[in-house]
Every structure is written in C-alpha cells, then in structure tokens.
C-alpha cells in the first residue's frame, strides 16, 4: 500500500487552543483521525507528523522525496504554518526532493494580513487547500490521490 506523509509546521501543535476563533476547537489529533479516514477511503496509508523545526521539515521533505522515488510514497500535504511566508529553505528542499506537495491552510491566509497573502511553497506545489477548515486536510489528500492517478495513467 502507497502512503501519503502529511506534514505540520511550527504551532500546529496548539491546534484546538490556539486562536479558536480562527483555527477552530479540533486538535492536531482529530485531523489525524480525519486524515486517516480520507486515506482509508483511497487504499492509502497516512503517515502524520509535526515539528516546530525548519530543519527537521526540510530533512522530512528530503526523506519523503527518496520514498516517492523508490515509489512507495505518493507524495505530501504540507502545512508549513508561519514558514509558509518566510521559508526560502522549504522552497528549495520541495523543488530539490521532487516531491509532489499539496499545500494545505487551515485558515483563508488571503483574507488575514498583508504578510500571509505570500506563500514561499505555492509556486512549487502541485496545489493549494486554503480556507476550508481542517477539513481541508481530506481535501488534500483527495487532490493529491488524483493527480497521483493522472500522472500513472
Ligand atoms: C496556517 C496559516 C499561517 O499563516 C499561520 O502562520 C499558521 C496556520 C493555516 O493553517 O491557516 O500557523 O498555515
């Protein structure tokens, strides 16, 4: 069975606590259940994790690009959180790893300040979940299983 890694940046850990108002009461585990069951419903395993590291991201992205050559991943979805603005690194370890990500956000960042209207990941990623809540995170992972299924077709 293929898998899917999905990936969360810096304060995603906070998930539930954090700015309710705007992220809602779901914690970083129920999206992981939720994950899960949209991996389910494709026949693909959700591998899920966290880091509030740049590094420990960029090594991750490494790591998951070698799995998708070796042809046992299908590929990411990222919330990269505050990094998704500042992260000259994370773009490059995307282009340089290959690896197929769909970019996920919790929150609209085109409806918040001037400074989350910019995303580094964009321009390299395959595409982009915003606004939809956490239910987003399924959204992802069914853009990804079928651009996935286009590109073996
Ligand atoms: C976020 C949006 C980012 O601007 C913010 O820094 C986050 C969460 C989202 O999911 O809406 O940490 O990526």
Request: charged fraction near 15%; hydrophobic fraction near 40%; include cysteine.
């Amino acid at each position: 069975m293929k898998s899917i890694l999905v990936m969360n940046g810096p304060n995603l850990n906070l998930l539930g606590q954090r700015e309710p108002g705007l992220y809602g009461h779901t914690t970083l585990a129920d999206v992981e259940t939720l994950c899960h069951q949209a991996g389910d419903k494709h026949g693909v395993a959700i591998e899920f994790m966290q880091s509030n590291h740049e590094g420990v991201l960029i090594d991750t992205l490494h790591d998951a690009g070698k799995r998708v050559a070796a042809g046992e991943m299908i590929g990411v979805v990222f919330n990269a959180g505050a990094f998704t603005h500042t992260s000259v690194a994370l773009q490059d370890a995307i282009k340089g790893a290959q690896v197929p990500v769909i970019e996920i956000h919790i929150s609209n960042v085109h409806a918040r300040e001037a400074f989350r209207n910019h995303s580094y990941l964009s321009s390299v990623a395959t595409g982009i979940v915003v606004g939809f809540g956490v239910k987003g995170y399924a959204l992802a992972i069914d853009g990804l299983v079928m651009k996935h299924g286009e590109e073996t077709q």
